[in-house]
């Protein structure tokens, strides 16, 4: 397109500039040859597989020609050339297709060959040849540096369609083995013995396996997290003796807060462990209201014994309690205990955003 | 008993599906059909009429969600109890949505599977904890201030309460020992629950297709 445009300023140029020349004739064969020459590259330039060396030799050489020809055509003295500024096609074309260096090259000879052919260079001569010696390298490396970005750009879609790929196959697989997996869980339970043992090892395997299909899940979206999902976090609790329930959505919370909640509700669930026994269950609900966050922890244990935490307190033997109490109140909100023959629960409360 | 329930058997798995078929025929129910994916489901179901569809979510064809929607079009008194082995959250909750009104995952025991089959049978909801969360989650999600919806379910504060402590494993006899009321009414909390979604689901489908431009003249549903 570019050149195109070039050889048309090349023939207005070379028509306006007629009568000063010394053989018009020769001078109109050139001009004329150079609009046929670049309607036919411009054709075969469109087409990758015609972009050889052969194609850009001839075209150099064709900008070489018409600069020589020109003292011939033109008096002594000529200001442009026959080609004038045309001669940038053929250097961009080399720059395009060798990068910096054929940029720099092409520009040599055409800048070169047009210093030779001149009697005497004016300051105006000296600066075109100039751009157009420096010109040919940037472009070149321009040229370069952007084909490394389409490569480097289609091996990272390559790659994120790979890893698609890949996660949706590992699903089909995971469902699969999950399946399997809970089968066995339940009909160990039922066959009883060392069938059930074997059931419970099954469970445990379902459980780490959902954990890890979760963790996976996780990688592939987010960037570095700032915000982070309290869902996904809560999830990762889920084990044998843990039920987690979750709203089906996404429940952002800054990173650090999220990582406290987190905290105070391990220590929930170790208490839970101590005081209800190891085969107690545990049940944690996350809820997410407009402003604030709730998550509750419920184990099915005997529950405590009535004043036996006032007792707790008025001693000064606060310890797993306190500091579940403390973390809450340093997030900005509370953590309620109620205790009954259902067990008892915890509730954490806490603002959406840091106080 | 005076009648055997019909009950159909959905699940792509073999070993599954059989598996759950001999449970609940050795139950005493009868297993009118089974069928390994949705298109099967879906055809088979007029002419073996259940009274309840066991239902795994992940099958090929139609996905357990459409074919929730389709049986249910087609016999509404039927029952749809998903079991589910993935826990897969939106689908549960769509098909839930859909119309189904009991969910189990597969890890369940047989007794629980059986106890299931009955309830739903009955009418009577069966959640999961994991199940109660994520209803209790949409409404939440439907209350907020962005969700510009009008005629938008709400939860009463003793229905979210319930909800709240089904969320939390609590059974229904537990909960209703703790607010001192009847068993049954905390049953009616819990149906409710179900049956304001499912509504609300029944009406923006019908909005939707008339924002659309697909209701067509079919008479009275």
Redesign the interface.
């Known amino acids: 397109m570019l050149r195109l445009v070039l050889v048309a300023n090349t023939l207005g140029v070379g028509l306006y500039t007629a009568d000063e020349m010394v053989r018009p004739a020769l001078g109109g064969v050139v001009v004329a040859g150079l609009v046929a020459w670049s309607l036919l590259v411009t054709w075969a330039y469109a087409d990758a597989s015609r972009r050889t060396w052969r194609l850009l030799a001839v075209d150099l050489a064709v900008a070489l020609v018409a600069l020589v020809l020109t003292p011939v055509a033109k008096p002594e003295g000529f200001d442009a050339t026959l080609a004038g500024f045309w001669v940038m096609s053929p250097m961009l074309a080399w720059a395009a297709r060798a990068g910096w260096r054929g940029g720099l090259l092409a520009g040599l000879l055409v800048g070169g060959t047009d210093l030779l052919i001149r009697d005497d260079v004016t300051q105006g001569t000296y600066g075109n040849i100039f751009l157009l010696v420096v010109g040919g390298p940037v472009v070149g490396y321009l040229v370069e540096s952007l084909q490394r970005a389409a490569v480097e750009r289609d091996r990272a879609e390559r790659e994120a369609a790979a890893a698609a790929e890949r996660a949706r196959l590992a699903r089909a697989v ?3 083995v ?3 997996l ?2 066995v ?3 160990g ?2 066959l009883g013995g060392e069938a059930a043992a074997l059931g419970r090892a099954a ?1 445990e395997q ?1 459980e780490a396996l ?1 954990a890890l299909i979760r963790a996976q899940d996780r990688v592939s979206a987010r960037g570095p997290a700032t915000r982070v999902d309290l869902s996904d976090a809560l999830a990762g609790l889920e084990s044998m003796s843990v ?7 996404a429940v952002e919370l800054d990173a650090d807060r999220a990582a406290e909640v987190v905290a105070a509700l391990r220590a929930c669930l170790d208490n839970v462990e101590r005081h209800a026994g190891p085969d107690a ?1 545990a ?8 402003d604030k966050v709730s998550v ?3 184990d ?1 244990g005997p529950g405590i014994v009535d004043g036996r935490l006032s007792e707790a307190v008025a001693d000064g033997r606060l310890g797993v309690s306190g500091s579940i109490v403390g973390r809450l109140r340093d997030l900005g909100g509370r953590a309620d205990l109620a205790t ?3 067990g008892t ?1 915890w509730t954490l409360t806490l603002p959406r955003e840091a106080p | 008993m005076s009648e055997a329930l019909r009950v159909m058997v959905v699940d792509d798995h073999p070993m599954w599906r059989d598996a759950v078929e001999r449970d609940l025929a050795d139950a005493g129910f009868d297993v009118v059909a089974v069928a390994a994916d949705g298109h099967q489901a879906v055809a088979r179901f007029p002419a073996a009429r259940p009274q309840v569809v066991v239902l795994d979510l992940q099958i090929p064809g139609p996905n357990g969600v459409e074919v929730t929607e389709t049986v249910l079009r087609h016999d509404p008194s039927a029952r749809v109890l998903i079991l589910s082995a993935s826990g897969e959250q939106e689908d549960v909750l769509a098909a839930v949505k859909a119309g189904a009104t009991g969910y189990l995952v597969k890890s369940a025991s047989r007794e629980q599977l059986i106890d299931a089959v009955r309830r739903t049978a009955a009418g009577d909801p069966v959640f999961t904890p994991g199940l109660a969360g994520l209803v209790l989650g949409e409404y939440r999600r439907l209350s907020e201030p962005a969700a510009d919806d009008p005629d938008r379910p709400q939860l009463t504060e003793r229905e979210t309460e319930v909800l709240r402590m089904v969320a939390t494993g609590m059974s229904y006899k537990q909960i209703a020992e703790r607010l001192v009321l009847s068993h049954r009414t905390v049953q009616n909390h819990v149906q409710n629950t179900l049956r304001k979604l499912q509504l609300h689901n029944r009406v923006e489908l019908t909005r939707w297709a008339i924002e659309q431009g697909l209701d067509e003249p079919d008479g009275p549903a």
């Open positions: 995971h469902d699969g999950l399946q399997v809970s089968l869980q339940r009909r339970a039922e469970g379902e959902r039920v987690v329930s979750l709203p089906g959505h269950t049940w944690v609900l996350l809820e997410a209201l407009p509750s922890v419920r099915d009954g023959p259902w629960e």
